[in-house]
């Protein structure tokens, strides 16, 4: 008898995390083959399947197990009130390794200047679920209407304020807006039906992709270093690195060098370069990692 061949449906969000979530799948070691006219993009590992959904509805598919598990936004977790299991948080968005913010914006030159300043007042969100229990909860009411794109120019002719998405808020000022206040925090999270959670084999597939979707995300921002450095200034360069952990010394074939590699903090590199090099470091290489699991 034919054993039945075992696979973990994934849901991809298609849209505005499409090419970043490619990106660090990718980066974690699975390639990915996508066509422009297909929804169903193919996985190098047999065990995986996969199709692109709006990460608007992946946790409905995902709770109703059409998909065992996906990735999306904690924003659209609640703004569908979904009961998933909640694998790991990933933080990572369309521009940079950061979280994004929806936001109560208005015209720079509006009279609401806070949420009570909203009573009344007709607001155009997609996040129409999230928003009304939010100020409902503020015992606020307004008319929340539900925006089709395009919401930044909604005010002040159609909508007194908007509910929008932003990273970094530039495209709120260049359309003459002003933040009011920030209602919610989202990251992207990686989500497991209830019962593909329950199943020993996907569970642990699960984990794995996570820890290495995990490993290339904590890579972004980390490089390795190597460099030679002489006995007597071994020290004094230690000093200057602040590493994951104990930086590897290993020594030369030169008597009295060692060569040193460490993981430091991209951002760092600029700086403790030319300090390195002042302590006696030579043969400075920096290079890029693809993954760090600690």
Known sequence: MKTKKKLLNIGLPKGS????????????????????????????????????????????????????????????????????????????????????????????????????????KRIATELVGFTKRYLKAKKIDAEIDFSWGATEVKPPHLADAIVELTETGSSLKANNLRIVETILESSTRFISSRKAWQDPWKRQKMENIVMLLKGALAAEEKVGM????????????????P??????????SDAGWYDLDVV???????????????????????????????
């Open 17 to 120: 995390l499409q090419e970043s979530t490619l990106k660090l799948f990718r980066k974690a070691g699975y390639h990915i083959s996508v066509s422009s006219r297909s929804y169903y993009p193919v996985f190098d590992d047999p065990e995986i399947e996969s199709m692109l959904i709006r990460a608007q509805e992946m946790a409905r598919y995902v709770e109703d197990g059409i998909l065992d598990c996906g990735l999306t936004g904690y924003d659209w977790i609640m703004e569908q009130g979904a009961d998933v299991k909640e694998v790991a948080e990933l933080n990572y968005a369309k521009e940079g390794l950061r979280p994004v913010r929806w936001v109560v914006a208005v015209p720079v030159d509006s009279r609401i200047h806070s949420l009570k300043d909203l009573r009344g």
């Open 226 to 241: 190597k460099m030679n450095v002489p006995k007597k200034d071994l020290k004094r360069v230690m000093s200057l690195l």
């Open 243 to 252: 590493a994951m952990h104990s930086p590897t010394i290993s020594a030369l």
């Open 264 to 294: 430091i903090d991209e951002k760092m590199v600029r700086d403790i370069i030319p300090k390195l090099k002042k302590a006696g470091a030579s043969g400075i290489v920096e290079y890029q990692l693809n993954k760090v699991i600690p």
